[in-house]
């Protein structure tokens, strides 16, 4: 009878140590994740140059799907540049002119 009770709490301390080594992998896994998500993962650009026309101002910037959209306005009308926020790289420009 003892040694049934020696051998059953050689395994409990067996479960509570893996389970223990898993809690801890899984807390691990889980601030790596929020880590990357916040400081925006590792294809994140660090910085990105975009030129605007001659005598325009921005008046509107927004976020969608991960797309930076930016209004702006200028001597030539105004215009929504797209830009892709996992690459920094511009996507799109849609421009409104007077008609003729």
Same mark, same amino acid.
């Given at each position: 009878?003892?040694?049934?009770?020696?051998?059953?709490?050689?395994?409990?301390?067996?479960?509570?140590?893996?389970?223990?080594?898993?809690?801890?992998?899984?807390?691990?896994?889980?601030?790596?994740?929020?880590?990357?998500?916040?400081?925006?993962?590792? &294809?994140?650009?660090?910085?990105?140059?975009?030129?605007?026309?001659?005598?325009?101002?921005?008046?509107?910037? &927004?976020?969608?799907?991960?797309?930076?959209?930016?209004?702006?306005?200028?001597?030539?009308?105004?215009?929504?540049?797209? @830009? &892709?926020?996992?690459?920094?790289?511009?996507?799109?420009?849609?421009? @409104?002119?007077?008609?003729?």
């Amino acid at each position: 009878m003892a040694q049934d009770l020696t051998q059953n709490l050689g395994l409990l301390k067996a479960i509570v140590i893996g389970l223990s080594v898993a809690i801890l992998l899984c807390l691990a896994i889980m601030t790596a994740y929020i880590i990357s998500t916040v400081t925006g993962g590792p &294809d994140a650009p660090a910085n990105v140059v975009a030129n605007l026309p001659a005598g325009a101002q921005i008046v509107e910037m &927004d976020t969608q799907d991960g797309t930076l959209l930016v209004r702006i306005q200028g001597p030539e009308g105004d215009q929504v540049l797209s @830009f &892709d926020l996992a690459t920094g790289q511009r996507t799109g420009t849609l421009r @409104f002119v007077p008609a003729p």
